[in-house]
């Protein structure tokens, strides 16, 4: 199974919400950072943009209840993907 990783936080799906091309969002909501698929991560700066403000704003998830237990922002954000940084 291939694993999709958020372009703003790195946070991991089973499904790229970018769709199997890579190119059509569905627009649903990283769990994580809160970033609309194909809205605020569309371009690499507009990712890095989005990820600036999540992390000033103290980098929340946007569905808490959904937050792992002892989560820690600096072992996902390696997973942004490459171009994405």
Excluded: I
């Amino acid at each position: 199974m291939e694993v999709w990783y958020c372009r703003v936080c790195g946070l991991d799906y089973d499904e790229s919400p970018w769709g199997p091309d890579g190119h059509t969002p569905d627009f649903s909501t990283c769990a994580c950072c809160g970033v609309e698929f194909g809205y605020q991560d569309y371009t690499p700066d507009s990712a890095r943009a989005y990820r600036a403000q999540w992390l000033a704003a103290g980098a929340a998830w946007f569905y808490p209840n959904m937050k792992p237990h002892n989560w820690q922002p600096g072992a996902q954000l390696p997973q942004v993907p490459a171009g994405y940084h």
